[in-house]
């Protein structure tokens, strides 16, 4: 079965960094879509950024020249790292594998901006 275990969440105060990782199984990693998520409470999940098995990736306005999405398809790890942290970058963030019939979500990890 397809499994995404997510790590690298905390607290950070404004201007700091943080890199998250998510480990993927059950897959074959190279041919997969990953992409990172977030989500507030009380919030509507949103895309963050996305990255091809190719390495193309694509992000979100808001944060575009802060954060860079990476994969190591050698270790089935798709990275996050986050500069120049906001308060408002605060939200749980999921990794998303997509598939050609379906996607697969991990549980997340707590990402808190503040001092």
């Known amino acids: 079965q397809v499994q995404l275990v997510e790590s690298g969440g905390g607290l950070v105060q404004p201007g700091g960094s943080l890199r998250l990782s998510c480990v993927a199984s059950g897959i074959i990693f190279s041919r997969v879509r990953m992409g990172w998520y977030r989500q507030a409470p009380g919030q509507q999940r949103e895309l963050v950024a996305e990255?091809?098995?190719?390495?193309?990736?694509g992000y979100a306005d808001s944060v575009k020249g802060r954060f860079t999405i990476s994969r190591d398809n050698a270790k089935n790890t798709v990275y996050l790292q986050m500069n120049s942290l906001k308060p408002e970058d605060t939200a749980v963030y999921l990794c998303k594998a997509s598939l050609g019939f379906s996607e697969h979500w991990g549980q997340g990890t707590q990402v808190t901006v503040s001092s």
């Open positions: 990255i091809l098995g190719g390495g193309s990736a």
